[in-house]
């Protein structure tokens, strides 16, 4: 038994991590990741408003992390621009004290991300709508760009608000550092034309270091760098406790965080198989990045969660095996080690041109049009979304949306319950479809069917498509068949129960046909079936139309025993 259990680790071992064959492809991917990533990282340290090296030890962390701990073998686990966006909009993070809350946020929403995964709650990401998502990404593309025309431009604008930042900006276009916008212009100019060559995703780095190169032979101060606004030296990230303090404040940036990294990693969970061809369990791949952010937070890092863009990086250079998020983490350390001092040189202009250029290509307007074309609903969360991302700041931005998506969509599918008639040509036949009468006359059959979700919102709408019982409806019967109704709310019970006692009033009844066992229980327990009456309820059976069969039988049998 310790043998097999020794073998199947080892098989697992070597699913995630590969072989002696796989090496090769492995390193030369894990070298061109953890090259890219170093100026990558940074940047997402200055998109965060924090100090750059904190965006690069997130991704040493967080990719080393990510790489033992997650479900996915080939997820990167980074700080993401979504991420960024939402970090530079939480006030504690910044500050004397803001290295010891960011600790605290970062393990918030790794702990909040594990607890999922523990839970098994990889499946709550398919009840964010996908207009929340689209309007939120888009609009954190937009806010990607507009967070970086100050460092693009070198001018330090007073205003409060981005947007106004920006209007503060062309207004004064002539304080603006045209140094800086020449270095951040040749660096977007190369990206663009050295990803052509070869150089491919290396093309980022090389179009930095010549601009940072740049920036340095120009006159003197002439353009801001990283040691303009951060130390940068040969040291890996160290120890660094939470604030406990800053926990209630912190509860909703960490939770909007953690939606945000858990959508993104669901993202690759979904589309990136294993090399075994199986598709990880998202549930998994949240325990990991809950593991690797809480690593991250306590490792001066920012929070991080699965990055499609690395991911992606990573196989098309060849990865495959977890070995490959191994090798960049270690590519990382010893960058730092080598030339850390100078990334201090790096031209802030550089890395925003670099952010600039993510942004733009992070608008999805195909996206965007699809949302247009799927109705009111998807394009008035959409819209919301999109503004509130734009104007408020971005942990609200994300519970708002899910909660104007939520309250939308209640609405809509009470709306959509529809009640249509069944009209039988001959006993036992199939039945014919009619809109329902508005009244019930004396001595009239009414079969009812309802079509769509039966919960608290959709009962009024239900109640207004039912037929109301004339002055006289004697001798009048109406049956609605519940067959494939699980449950029913105390809202719909207690329509159901004012519905029998209006029709006993003018002298009819009403029977309920195909109903489950759940739903009898709840008649039963809540007085409803001794309103309706015990002998006007036919539950389901095995065949389908039996039920309703038993039902229209009754009838013809009181109607024959009353003549």
Do not use: C
Request: aromatic share 6%.
């Amino acid at each position: 038994m310790a043998e097999v259990n020794l073998r199947q680790r080892w098989l697992r071992y070597r699913r995630r991590f590969g072989s002696r064959r796989t090496v090769v492809g492995d390193l030369k991917a894990g070298i061109v990741l953890g090259v890219e990533s170093v100026p990558d990282g940074l940047a997402s340290g200055l998109l965060a408003g924090v100090n750059p090296v904190m965006g690069l030890n997130a991704y040493i962390v967080g990719t080393f992390a990510g790489a033992l701990a997650t479900g996915s073998v080939f997820m990167s686990v980074q700080a993401t621009g979504a991420m960024a966006v939402i970090i530079a909009d939480v006030p504690e993070v910044h500050g004397e004290d803001g290295m010891a809350a960011m600790a605290m946020l970062t393990v918030m929403t790794g702990v909040l991300m594990l607890g999922l995964g523990i839970a098994r709650l990889g499946s709550l990401v398919r009840f964010i709508p996908t207009a929340v998502l689209i309007g939120f990404v888009n609009a954190v593309a937009v806010n990607i760009v507009l967070s970086q025309f100050e460092n693009f431009t070198g001018f330090d604008s007073d205003a409060d608000d981005r947007l106004l930042r920006v209007v503060d900006i062309f207004v004064n276009l002539l304080h603006i550092s045209w140094w800086s916008v020449l270095v951040g212009t040749i660096t977007i100019m190369l990206i663009l034309l050295l990803e052509r060559t070869p150089l491919g995703a290396l093309s980022m780095v090389v179009a930095i270091v010549v601009g940072s190169v740049l920036a340095v032979v120009l006159p003197a101060d002439a353009v801001a760098t990283i040691r303009d606004v951060a130390d940068a030296g040969r040291s890996l990230p160290s120890i660094s406790l939470p604030d406990l303090s800053t926990f209630f404040v912190l509860i909703v940036p960490a939770l909007s965080l953690a939606l945000v990294g858990l959508v993104q990693g669901a993202a690759i969970s979904g589309s990136i198989p294993n090399p075994d061809g199986r598709y990880p369990d998202a549930s998994t791949d949240f325990r990991g990045q809950g593991i690797a952010n809480i690593a991250t937070g306590m490792l001066q890092g920012i929070p991080v969660g699965g990055s499609m863009s690395a991911t992606a990086l990573a196989r098309a250079a060849g990865a495959r095996s977890a070995t490959a998020n191994l090798v960049a983490a270690v590519v990382m350390i010893v960058s730092v080690l080598l030339f850390g001092p100078l990334i201090g040189y790096i031209a802030m202009p550089a890395l925003a041109a670099l952010l600039i250029l993510v942004g733009v290509r992070t608008v999805k307007p195909r996206q965007i049009v699809m949302v247009f074309k799927t109705g009111a609903v998807q394009i008035a969360v959409f819209l919301v979304t999109f503004a509130l991302t734009l104007l408020i700041p971005l942990q609200y931005a994300v519970i708002a949306g899910v909660g104007l998506a939520i309250v939308l969509q209640i609405a809509r599918q009470s709306n959509r319950v529809r009640v249509r008639r069944w009209v039988f040509d001959a006993p036992g036949g199939r039945p014919i479809e009619q809109d329902p009468p508005t009244t019930v006359e004396s001595g009239a059959t009414v079969v009812l069917t309802p079509y769509g979700s039966l919960f608290f919102a959709s009962a009024p709408s239900f109640r207004q498509q039912l037929p109301d019982p004339e002055d006289d409806a004697a001798d009048s019967f109406v049956i609605i068949r519940l067959r494939g109704t699980d449950e029913l709310g105390v809202t719909f019970l207690t329509m159901i129960r004012t519905y029998a006692q209006e029709l006993r009033a003018a002298g009819g009844t009403l029977m309920v046909a195909g109903v489950g066992q759940r739903v009898h229980t709840q008649l039963a327990s809540t007085g409803v079936r001794a309103v309706v009456g015990e002998e006007n309820v036919f539950v389901e059976q095995p065949r389908l139309g039996d039920a309703l069969q038993n039902a229209l039988a009754e009838v013809t049998r009181r109607r024959l025993g009353d003549g």
